[in-house]
């Protein structure tokens, strides 16, 4: 059984930034969306047929994005903006009626959260959203229709849910909820309320706490 771990927060807050301190060859990075990193990346090239290993595999295609997480022998997955993938395929299929396209959405994420939960025991899955706030100021993945919403409830498949904020200058993750977020891990996993948006001091954290080995 993986670690499937999910952060949330709105653009600029320091999600895919917190990606710049891990080795991209120990790492698969899922793009739905196209877009360079904001940071000095040399390394972290994308993978092209002459290029297989590249750490950057860009799709927002559910089915193809849940073969890339279970097939890729590399621990550490992650996919940013994973909100592209439910938004880009109900833009395609705008045009059609009724509730079957909703359907297939959900279908779609149940999938790839399943699979971010049952891949190889020493994997762990990363899966970064935007956030929405509803009527009453509670804070959650950013999805689309009730079908995913109501029906699945994404941050249910995580043990551990971070929240990327901006406190006082500082881009931080918070590793507990407030009350009004879905924010949850194993108490002692993380040193605080607060802690650097720093994915590969989170992924030591996680892998200390399990009794996982990483990558020397």
């Known amino acids: ?9 709105p653009s600029g ?25 904001p940071f000095k990346s040399p390394g972290w090239r994308v993978r092209t047929a002459e290029d297989k290993k590249g750490a950057i595999f860009r799709s927002d295609v559910a089915a193809d994005i849940e073969t890339a997480m279970r097939s890729t022998p590399r ?4 996919i940013d ?4 993938v439910l938004t880009n395929e109900l833009m395609r299929r705008s045009t059609e009626s009724g509730f079957q396209k909703f359907s297939d959405i959900g279908r779609g994420a149940w999938n790839i959260f399943q699979a971010a939960g049952d891949a190889a025991d020493d994997k762990r899955i990363y899966i ?22 109501e029906k699945i409830v994404p941050e249910g498949y995580f043990t551990i849910v971070l929240r990327a904020e901006l ?5 931080v993750f918070a590793t507990q909820t407030n009350g009004q977020d879905c924010c949850k891990s194993p108490p002692g996993m993380f040193d605080g309320m607060h802690i650097p948006n720093d994915l590969a001091a989170v992924d030591a954290a996680i892998c200390e706490f ?6 020397a």
């Open 75 to 78: 621990k550490i997955v992650v």
């Open 1 to 9: 059984m993986s670690i499937a771990v999910m952060i949330i927060g």
């Open 167 to 171: 406190i006082n200058g500082q881009h």
């Open 13 to 37: 807050s320091g999600k895919s930034s917190s990606l710049r301190n891990l080795e991209p060859d120990q790492v698969t990075l899922i793009q739905p969306i196209k877009k360079p990193l």
């Open 81 to 84: 903006d994973y909100q592209a």
């Open 128 to 149: 970064m959203g935007h956030t929405q706030t509803d009527e009453f100021g509670n804070v959650r993945m950013k999805t689309v229709g009730k079908m995913v919403d």
């Open 210 to 215: 399990y009794g996982l080995t990483q990558p």
